[in-house]
Nanobody, 125 residues
Framework: QLQLVESGGGLAQPGGSLRLSCGASGFTLDDYAIAWFRQAPGKEREGVSCISSSDESTYYEDSVKGRFTISRDNAKNTVYLQMNSLKPEDTAVYYC??????????????????WGQGTQVTVSS
């Protein structure tokens, strides 16, 4: 079965850090661009960050630039999202998604081949 699995969510204090992981089973992530999306209660899902497969270029939504870092370890078949200086407005369910780099749509679109089930991130004191 081909699937993505997120882990690493939880409760963090404002200013704290969490590292999310996105692992794949049934396929390797080497050929896929991987993105992180999030959805807060009552809000639409939004793109947070993306890393390409070809040259590992990275992209970030404006509100997380300088605080979040996306990276990939193909040997471990895993993509990470390091989240620092967390804010209450970062509270959301975070999803990872994978797609081949044949799509013409921008990375923040929802055109992805695979989606994970999500992991809850709560930032609160």
């Amino acid at each position: 079965q081909l699937q993505l699995v997120e882990s690493g969510g939880g409760l963090a204090q404002p200013g704290g850090s969490l590292r999310l992981s996105c692992g794949a089973s049934g396929f390797t992530l080497d050929d896929y661009a991987i993105a992180w999306f999030r959805q807060a209660p009552g809000k639409e899902r939004e793109g947070v960050s993306c890393i390409s497969s070809s040259d590992e270029s990275t992209y970030y939504e404006d509100s997380v630039k300088g605080r979040f870092t996306i990276s990939r370890d193909n040997a471990k078949n895993t993509v990470y999202l390091q989240m620092n200086s967390l804010k209450p407005e970062d509270t959301a369910v975070y999803y990872c998604a994978a797609r081949l780099e044949t799509y013409a749509s921008p990375w923040w679109s929802f055109e992805y081949d695979y989606w994970g089930q999500g992991t809850q991130v709560t930032v609160s004191s």
